[in-house]
């Protein structure tokens, strides 16, 4: 019987060096710089969490984007922010991150709630962006985490998705998973283009100029 056991010890202890090496290839921390891939905007494509209690608070949610870009200030990195909530309700806001290292630490205010994260971040596909999300109680308890996959258009290969759901596994996140939808709120951000005024004295755009230029000899067609 401890023969038996010895030899099952040893299977084991086998089975986890072999897959220490696969997880340490497959989960490579990034350092935050002004280097770092991170910045720009990104759409979020698939998710994943720790613990069953965090799953209802990512489901209430239709589409998610952010955009990152690195602040004048040393050190921190501002976060605009925009959710679609499954009411077709946007959200949007924008948060400054304080970097260390290979961590981030940001605090969010919405709707007058404040919430806390560490956010770490790590090697991942081109055009990608793949994030650890740590959310903090207020008496600095952690709440659980949550594994983002975010891509610049929303779509993601196949076989990108299958290397984060090994990723997810050697993190220790839960097999299950939210998928973002493409239905995304609007930038507040960018200003509405002003309407040009149009006067007898002023010239006509090319457009419309050619446009007119052709009701002299055709039929226009409809649009």
Same mark, same amino acid.
């Given at each position: 019987?401890?023969?038996? &056991?010895? +030899?099952?010890?040893?299977?084991?202890?086998?089975?986890?060096?072999?897959?220490?090496?696969?997880?340490? $290839?497959? +989960?490579?921390?990034?350092?935050?710089?002004?280097?770092?891939?991170?910045?720009? @905007?990104?759409?979020?494509?698939?998710?994943?969490? *720790?613990?069953?209690?965090?799953?209802?608070?990512?489901?209430?949610?239709?589409?998610?984007?952010?955009?990152?870009?690195?602040?004048?200030?040393?050190?921190?990195?501002?976060?605009?922010?925009?959710?679609?909530?499954?009411?077709?309700?946007?959200?949007?806001?924008?948060?400054?991150?304080?970097?260390?290292?290979?961590?981030?630490?940001?605090?969010?205010?919405?709707?007058?709630?404040?919430?806390?994260?560490?956010?770490?971040?790590?090697?991942?596909?081109?055009?990608?962006?793949?994030?650890?999300?740590?959310?903090?109680?207020? *008496?600095?308890?952690?709440?659980?985490?949550?594994?983002?996959?975010?891509?610049?258009?929303?779509?993601?290969?196949?076989?990108?998705?299958?290397?984060? @759901?090994?990723?997810?596994?050697? &993190?220790?996140?839960?097999?299950?998973?939210?998928?973002?939808?493409? /239905?995304?709120?609007? *930038? /507040?951000?960018?200003?509405?283009?002003?309407?040009?005024?149009?006067?007898?004295?002023?010239?006509?755009?090319?457009?419309?100029?050619?446009? $007119?230029? /052709?009701?002299?000899?055709?039929?226009?067609?409809?649009?």
């Amino acid at each position: 019987m401890a023969a038996q &056991l010895a +030899v099952a010890l040893l299977a084991l202890t086998s089975l986890c060096v072999a897959s220490q090496p696969h997880c340490d $290839e497959l +989960v490579k921390p990034l350092v935050l710089d002004s280097h770092s891939p991170i910045y720009g @905007k990104w759409v979020l494509h698939v998710g994943s969490w *720790d613990k069953p209690g965090l799953k209802n608070d990512l489901m209430t949610l239709n589409s998610s984007w952010v955009d990152l870009s690195a602040s004048t200030d040393n050190g921190v990195m501002t976060i605009y922010w925009a959710d679609r909530l499954n009411d077709d309700k946007c959200l949007q806001g924008v948060a400054n991150a304080t970097i260390s290292g290979m961590t981030s630490h940001t605090t969010f205010n919405i709707n007058g709630h404040t919430s806390y994260h560490d956010g770490k971040y790590y090697e991942t596909c081109a055009e990608c962006l793949l994030s650890e999300d740590t959310t903090l109680l207020p *008496d600095g308890e952690t709440k659980g985490r949550y594994f983002f996959l975010f891509t610049r258009t929303g779509g993601l290969e196949p076989s990108e998705l299958e290397k984060f @759901k090994k990723q997810a596994e050697c &993190l220790k996140f839960l097999p299950e998973y939210y998928y973002g939808g493409k /239905d995304l709120c609007e *930038d /507040d951000r960018e200003p509405a283009q002003p309407t040009e005024e149009v006067t007898e004295d002023s010239p006509e755009p090319p457009v419309a100029a050619a446009a $007119e230029e /052709d009701e002299k000899t055709t039929v226009p067609e409809a649009k």
